[in-house]
């Protein structure tokens, strides 16, 4: 699975700038790849592109309409369903990250057949993968894991990849959710692959590479979640990685879903990553301490993250604010 | 998903007896709910149960036909598919745990519908899962757990449900596997569940019930299995464990599948299920290890159970040889 680019970001008829924010998280990391938007009446997010008629984005080369804003309850609106069908006669590939498929509603798939255009449901794996087979894989890795569930994993994985990537290393961000994979143009959804197989799932996702070379790894939930550490133990499991980065959010006053239960401290969450990691890389170790600092008081980030940094002895920041280049340093 | 008996046990043309160690799994723990044996011609397997044929089975009021055998290449051969297709006409429901689905052969889905009979195809989960909520549920459970992959973990929660009912106690065993859903009747086959939803599975699997009612939950795999680890931890974060049960194979070189890979120390593999047990379950503890002898050298077999009995603290014992009353004495 490979999303042609460039894409042409579909807004719909977002009732927010929220309801956009995969596209929104596409467009800020793959700027070149977006060659506009296309936006429906009563739309109300606004990435600044180049606003564009399926017509004017074919006529710039756009080859993939990405659908890049959540549908209102789930369903795909007619509205919606008459566009998508168009870009399909005009030659555009379709993706979607959404819960429901593109290739479940009937006319799309028809016309899909018709035009000889892939539908990329990337929410929903399309290959069996094999049991994971844990033998070394040449190339080195590095892999967020997470205090909690979206605490700023992918943000901080691309931030690495193209931090690496200005300063001349091989480095490729490696999606394991839905809007990573828009943003990568190919990846696994990992919570979506069948149980017995994530950690296989994990090991075709970052292949055997040039010894020089990073696979920089999404990662996703996190192994105090009650609800989904089966996923992240799996991940880390596959991913074999050299390089842990932790990431946290710490305004959380429970995990994400689950009122009863409380965060981990980052050093029960680093030992217990750093003990489950070790199973298939014995080399594993953290590099840094990514905090999402967007809910604090601002006075406070400063102070909180030289303490981390002095408690941890590991390089500590917000990659948003501050970027990501003490990791970088560690691993060059 | 509950799969009426009493049973026939197909047994098909099984070419020796450890191809039919399913069917035999299910006569030795239930005897009573098996009425009889299928066999085909050239049939090597023998439970020693009375022979039957399809008809004799229906008027004996075996309700459904177990294929308790494995199916040589993967594939239901023209004679097994015609004595299937006949089941279902005579008003059997059809179950089967082979990784094929019954539900894929035509003539069997037809059949079933138009004879308003079932195919249970019990390595396949038939329903979704809600994500785990990891709220605390009434009622006690115990879940094995594992060094290694197969090491005894369904024989072993069998026992256990075998002595609690003898007992008086209330025990249900819960099957996380094929043969354990075909011996319970119901269950679900947990690595086979979209990552997303394994503690979510677990906790439909084991739900709320009488505060002196134990649910004994079968388990899979091991936290230390390089390929399954993933599985292990949703099962374990699901099951919400009162009491954990160590299952071991002592004679193992190194992991199942994985050369490359030992199995972990006794308390390495307690310590590591205890601490993660113990995000959904504070009060989860081990109550016995019960260890696999089969492919030990005899002579040393009682030194080394009183051995790991004294460097535990636990009761010791294989469950094939000496029950498990021990375990049952910590619980009652």
Known sequence: MAIQHPYLLFLGDAPDQLAAKTAQGIAHWRPDWCLGQLRLEGCQADLGLTDMSLEEGAAAGAKTLVIGVANRGGVFSEKWISVLEQALML??????????????????????EQHGRKLFDVRHPSREFDVANGQKRSGKRLLAVGTDCSVGKMYTTLAIEKEMRARGMKADFRATGQTGILIAGSGVSIDAVVADFISGAVEYLSPANSADHWDIIEGQGSLF??????????????????????????????????????????????????????????????????????????????????RIESDCELPVMDPFTEGVAPIVDRLQ
Chains 1, 2 share one sequence.
């Open 225 to 306: 979640h009650a609800s989904f550490a089966g996923v992240s133990l799996g991940l880390l499991h596959g991913a074999q990685a050299d390089a842990l980065v932790l990431c946290h959010e710490p305004t959380r006053s429970h995990m994400r879903g689950l009122p009863d239960y409380p965060l981990p401290t980052l050093k029960a969450c680093m030992d217990a990553n750093l003990a489950a990691a070790r199973l298939t890389n014995p080399a594993a170790k953290f590099v840094g301490i990514a905090v999402n600092t967007s809910q604090m008081n601002e006075g406070s980030v400063e102070a909180y993250l030289r």
């Open 91 to 112: 030659g555009y590939d379709l993706a979607a990250g959404l819960h429901n498929r593109l290739a479940d509603v009937e006319v799309l798939k028809a016309a899909a």
